[in-house]
């Protein structure tokens, strides 16, 4: 078995970050760590830098460099901090790179690493969402190679045959319905922050938490995988499954649907986005049927989750929507999370903003860069988001 040696981890005091370590931890491989990245966390990036020695540890914060200078003293690791810092180091050569910071941030050093050629482990679904060709495609011109660590995805990419990809009818997305698959809209109306970062089978970073409670999430996902795997929106659906054995399925003409199962947890795809197409040794308990009892399955009730018609609409117009709608989501979590909205709101700014942008001309045009394009459209939707939020929900 070939796996890779040499590794970087952006996001890796995240909760995707966090379980990439873990797996390599238990899995005992052997590892040079090119560079560890953080947001903010300096204690926890200091303690995995400590542990695992990469070259450079970088925080983007850079009120925090002091901090982890500190804590990284004598150890021979450098300490860097800023976003430009991020993306210096997901340019260094390394041959396999996760991409697990959150949000619009992770798109500029995702880049910067698949312009090396590296293989990118690819958990940062908002860098697709907002560049997806373009970021796909500068893998391919460097020799390298976007491998899904998103469950649905990672399930796709492996019961998916490329050679028969004619013979596709669809691809069918499980999601576990999140914290209020059972809930009516009013108990939504009334849900607080505490209820909707609930998940019922993850823990996760807040931001995905709550897209997941919203369904954003898997508007993300449909178009993640509407440019992963170059389906068109009406071939790809969603269904709600809360057990989360079925990580999500592909059905074939001639009537076959084939399903990837496993226990609901990250580690398995991380670890086959990191041997692929070998298969890591998983020491963790494995799936077992018997004991996961009924699997079930229903239809996702579009009057509960907008958001999921929303992406659709958005994949469908192309051009700029994708990326401005990821940063209307963004803004309206966040705020969200500040407790300045209400939950039900989230989806209505979304929906408001990108009816907004549509009646501002796009500057973009087609031969624009792409990261230059989505920067300004990232921008461009948190103004609109932002007047959204203060004027019509934050009176
Ligand atoms: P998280 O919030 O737990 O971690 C995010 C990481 O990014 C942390 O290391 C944080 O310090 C870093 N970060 C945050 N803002 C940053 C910035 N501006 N610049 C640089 N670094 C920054 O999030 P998570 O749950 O680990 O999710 C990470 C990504 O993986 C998201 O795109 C999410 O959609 C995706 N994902 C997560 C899961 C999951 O189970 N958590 C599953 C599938 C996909
Ligand atoms: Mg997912």
């Known amino acids: 078995m070939s796996l890779p040696r040499k590794v970087t981890i952006l996001g890796s005091t995240g909760s995707i970050g966090t379980s990439t370590l873990d797996l390599f931890e238990r899995a005992g491989v052997e590892l040079e760590v090119v560079?560890?990245?953080?947001g903010r966390n300096v204690a926890r990036l200091a303690e995995?830098?400590?542990r695992w020695r990469p070259r450079v540890a970088v925080v983007e914060d850079e009120t925090q460099l002091a901090e982890l200078r500190e804590r990284l003293q004598g150890s021979g690791i450098q300490a860097a901090a800023?976003?430009?810092?991020?993306?210096?180091?997901?340019?260094?050569?390394?041959?396999?790179?996760?991409?697990?910071?959150?949000?619009?941030?992770?798109?500029?050093?995702t880049l910067a690493a698949a312009r090396t050629g590296a293989i990118i482990a690819l958990a940062n679904k908002e860098s697709l969402v907002c560049a997806g060709p373009a970021l796909l495609r500068t893998a391919k011109r460097a020799g390298g190679v976007v491998i899904p660590v998103d469950s649905e995805h990672s399930a796709i990419f492996q019961v998916l045959d490329p050679s028969a990809a004619e013979h596709v009818k669809r691809l069918i997305l499980t999601s576990s319905g999140g914290p209020f698959r059972d809930?009516?809209?009013?108990?939504?109306?009334?849900?607080?922050?505490?209820?909707?970062?609930?998940?019922?089978?993850?823990?996760?970073?807040?931001?995905?938490?709550?897209?997941s409670a919203t369904?954003?999430?898997k508007g993300l996902e449909v178009i993640e995988a509407a440019y992963l795997f170059s389906m068109p929106p009406e071939r790809i659906d969603v269904l709600v499954h809360p057990q989360q054995i079925i990580h999500s399925m592909v059905e074939y003409a001639d009537g076959s649907t084939l399903a990837q199962m496993g226990p609901p947890d990250m580690r398995p795809p991380i670890a086959c986005a990191f041997a692929w197409p070998?298969?890591?040794?998983?020491?963790a308990p494995h799936l077992d049927l018997v004991t996961a009892g009924p699997l079930t399955f229903q239809h996702p009730d579009p009057e509960k989750f907008p958001a999921l018609a929303i992406a659709k609409r958005a994949l469908l117009a192309g051009g700029r929507a994708p990326a401005a709608m990821n940063a209307a989501n963004e803004c309206a979590v966040a705020a969200f999370l500040n407790r300045r909205i209400?939950?039900?709101?989230?989806?209505?700014?979304?929906?408001?903003?990108?009816?907004?942008?549509?009646?501002?001309?796009?500057?973009?045009?087609?031969d624009d860069d792409a990261v230059q394009s989505a920067n300004q459209t990232d921008a461009e939707a948190r103004r609109v988001a932002g007047e959204v939020v203060t004027r019509k929900f934050a009176a």
């Not at 800023?82 to 050093?109: D, N, R, T």
């Not at 070998?278 to 020491?283: A, I």
């Not at 700014?349 to 009816?355: G, P, Y």
């Open 48 to 50: 995995q830098a400590l």
């Open 183 to 211: 809930a009516t809209r009013a108990q939504m109306a009334a849900a607080t922050l505490e209820q909707a970062l609930a998940h019922p089978n993850f823990s996760m970073g807040a931001k995905i938490s709550i897209d």
């Open 342 to 366: 209400a939950f039900l709101d989230i989806p209505n700014i979304v929906a408001e903003t990108l009816e907004r942008m549509d009646r501002i001309p796009d500057p973009t045009r087609p």
């Open 278 to 283: 070998d298969r890591l040794p998983w020491p």
């Open 215 to 217: 369904m954003m999430n």
């Open 82 to 109: 800023g976003a430009k810092a991020v993306e210096e180091i997901a340019a260094e050569e390394a041959q396999w790179v996760m991409s697990a910071i959150v949000g619009f941030a992770g798109l500029a050093p």
């Open 35 to 38: 560079g560890l990245t953080a």
